[in-house]
């Protein structure tokens, strides 16, 4: 089990709607369509939330 993957520089993110795993430059979801544009992801932890957020609310990190 290597769980120190999980924070490689290639993190991946989850659709909001479907769940589907992500890479960051994506824009819409390739298994729903859902928009991605609209979110945006904490640079400490990877945290997936709505770009109208300031603090993630993960680790609370300034975004
Ligand atoms: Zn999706
Ligand atoms: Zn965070």
Known sequence: ????KAHDQAFKAACPKCKA???SNMKFCPDCGEKLHDYKYCGACGAQMPSSHKFCPECGQKI
Do not use: A, K, R, Y
């Not at 089990?1 to 120190?4: A, D, G, K, S, V």
């Open 1 to 4: 089990m290597t769980w120190e």
């Open 21 to 23: 795993s992500l890479s």
